[in-house]
């Protein structure tokens, strides 16, 4: 059925230390998986993205890697800042020419001062 | 100039009364959609519009019923609601298959 595992539910991490966020899809056919980050009381905002034929991809202190073989995407945060404190959201696409994404469970980032 | 601006912000109404939330983008983007936030951040699709016609109806009630009079405004209107209606309501925009805009959201609470 459509599903996206998130993992982990919840992260606290100290300021300056590395962030990572586990995804995983079910559908073959997913060719796009964006991520989002949502702040206390505000909408998701797209951060990054990686299309299918792409293994990685970065920018700046945040990045996206993608094992199409085991259906695997992870976002890494370099650096991590207090302002990195929010709820991030993985996503799949599902199916074709709807542009239909199924979101992962969400994972609360906590960067400790 | 917000991209995709939704309104009301808020909405606090009783149960068994029927609302309306309105979604608008200047984005230029050929589809949209409505998605529900429910109180453990999960975050479900409702209904997809592509240039005014449904191509999205996941499994709603008939009590919420999406309508798109050109493709760059979506409105979401609710019948009867109900307590489990409760949520927050976000519509997005997307350009084929590219990320989405969100819109900042309607917190609609039924008592």
């Known amino acids: 059925g459509e599903n996206v595992e998130q993992h982990p539910s919840t992260l606290s991490v100290q300021e300056g230390d590395s962030a990572v966020i586990k995804c995983t899809y079910s559908?073959?056919?997913?060719?796009?998986f964006p991520w989002y980050k949502q702040e206390l009381g505000k909408r998701p905002q797209l951060i990054i993205d990686i299309r299918s034929n792409v293994g990685e991809k970065k920018d700046q202190r945040i990045a996206v890697t993608l094992n199409k073989t085991a259906k695997h995407f992870s976002l890494h945060i370099t650096e991590t800042q207090p302002e990195d404190s929010a709820v991030y959201f993985c996503a799949a696409s599902w199916g074709s020419g709807t542009y239909k994404y199924i979101f992962g469970t969400g994972t609360r980032l906590k960067v400790l001062a | 100039d917000t991209a995709v601006s939704q309104t009301p912000k808020y909405l606090v109404t009783q149960m068994g009364n029927d609302k309306s939330i309105k979604c608008e983008q200047n984005l230029g983007h050929d589809t949209m959609y409505w998605y529900k936030q429910d109180s453990k951040k999960f975050l479900k699709i409702m209904f997809s519009y592509n240039n005014k016609e449904l191509i999205i109806n996941e499994t709603v009630p008939n009590r919420f019923s999406p309508k798109s009079p050109d493709k760059a405004h979506l409105n979401l209107h609710i019948n009867s609601l109900e307590l489990g209606d409760s949520a927050v309501y976000f519509c997005?925009?997307?350009?084929?298959?590219?990320?989405?805009?969100f819109g900042s959201g309607t917190r609609l609470t039924v008592v």
């Open positions: 997005a925009s997307s350009q084929r298959g590219d990320g989405y805009t």
């Open positions: 559908d073959s056919a997913s060719n796009y």
